[in-house]
């Protein structure tokens, strides 16, 4: 069983950058997505990562002002986001998969899962 547990949120201007960082409770190497749900809509997908970190793949919402990066080394998935928007307000999650080779953007592609953190961008 993998624990993953997300961090880095919090209240930001529009405009301004941040970095969230997923935790896993043992190795890595595991492909790894992000996904985001703002209030009354449904959970979506943010960016996805394979397992060697080769590959990567965005949703056009993101795309061009987002990374999705592994540290290896401290067990840690990231994202970053620039030129943050009111609307990317939304709570991140990161999910991963214990096996794979493709880039997965369904919630469905997932098994494990962690609590979320609340990213709030102000106008």
């Known amino acids: 069983q993998v624990q993953l547990a997300e961090s880095g949120g919090g209240l930001l201007q529009a405009g301004a950058s941040l970095r969230l960082s997923c935790a896993y409770s043992?190795?890595?190497?595991?492909?790894t997505g992000w996904f985001r749900q703002a209030p009354g809509k449904e959970r979506e997908f943010v960016a996805a990562?394979?397992?060697?970190?080769?590959?990567?793949l965005y949703a056009d919402s993101v795309k061009g002002r987002s990374t999705i990066s592994f540290d290896y080394a401290k067990n840690m998935v990231y994202l970053e986001m620039n030129s943050l928007r009111p609307e990317d307000t939304a709570v991140y999650y990161c999910?991963?998969?214990?096996?794979?080779?493709?880039?997965?953007?369904?919630?469905?592609?997932?098994?494990?899962w962690g609590q979320g953190t609340q990213v709030t961008v102000s106008s």
């Open positions: 043992g190795r890595t190497e595991y492909p």
């Open positions: 990562i394979t397992w060697t970190g080769a590959r990567t």
């Open positions: 999910a991963a998969r214990p096996r794979g080779l493709l880039l997965y953007d369904r919630e469905n592609d997932y098994y494990w």
